[in-house]
T-cell receptor, first 108, second 112 residues
Framework: GIQVEQSPPDLILQEGANSTLRCNFS?????LQWFHQNPWGQLINLFY???GTKQNGRLSATTVATERYSLLYISSSQTTDSGVYFC??????????FGTGTRLTIIP | EPEVTQTPSHQVTQMGQEVILRCVPI?????FYWYRQILGQKVEFLVS????????KSEIFDDQFSVERPDGSNFTLKIRSTKLEDSAMYFC??????????FGDGTRLSIL
């Protein structure tokens, strides 16, 4: 099946810093989603981005489908951005395959 | 904005007991899913459901698991005889088709 790798596994930043999270996938995809898992365990849908670039406030994402990667950018980090960020893809079937996540910690 | 709702938010059950996790998908969605996340690990696919039947299932989804859409709104996951290793967060998701999957807030299942 399709493999999804995320980097870095852990990231610790000062409040106000910018960050870039990466997601590599092993095959062509029909769907790519970025999620933020908050401390209560909820999966918050950030972006649906099988290709191209999208922006939502301080967050933006870019997927280059031909090169099989996606990037999530977080600017001017806040402590509420802390949590685990997951990339998940749909290959030739319907199921989402998740990466192992990036744990982001924002220090005040 | 419509949401996927899951109940209960937390379920504590004795090993060997049956448990039913409930989900109400978004009303015009056609595809339904269950995923699970063992503490500290990534989210794993269990099963997908379309047109009143299972369309795909993972190796995790063995004979102790079953899914049902008993009426036009609910989608349930039953675990027949729970084991300690079934302790996890279980997420329900739905989608209209070739679109993002929308996730519920999850049910935290604790097996004692």
């Amino acid at each position: 099946g399709i493999q999804v790798e995320q980097s870095p596994p852990d990231l610790i930043l000062q409040e106000g810093a910018n960050s870039t999270l990466r997601c590599n996938f092993s095959d062509s995809v029909n769907n790519l989603q970025w999620f933020h898992q908050n401390p209560w365990g909820q999966l918050i849908n950030l972006f649906y981005i099988p290709s191209g670039t999208k922006q939502n406030g301080r967050l933006s994402a870019t997927t280059v489908a031909t090169e099989r990667y996606s990037l999530l950018y977080i600017s001017s980090s806040q402590t509420t951005d802390s949590g685990v960020y997951f990339c998940a893809v749909v290959g030739g079937n319907e199921k989402l395959t998740f990466g192992t996540g990036t744990r982001l910690t924002i220090i005040p | 904005e419509p949401e996927v709702t899951q109940t209960p938010s937390h379920q504590v059950t004795q090993m060997g007991q049956e448990v039913i996790l409930r989900c109400v998908p978004i009303s015009n969605h056609l595809y339904f899913y269950w995923y699970r996340q063992i503490l500290g690990q990534k989210v794993e696919f269990l099963v997908s459901f379309y047109n009143n039947e299972i369309s795909e299932k993972s190796e995790i989804f063995d004979d102790q698991f079953s899914v049902e859409r008993p009426d036009g709104s609910n989608f349930t996951l039953k675990i027949r005889s729970t084991k300690l290793e079934d302790s996890a967060m279980y997420f329900c998701a739905s989608s209209p088709g070739d679109q993002p999957q929308h996730f519920g807030d999850g049910t935290r299942l604790s097996i004692l």
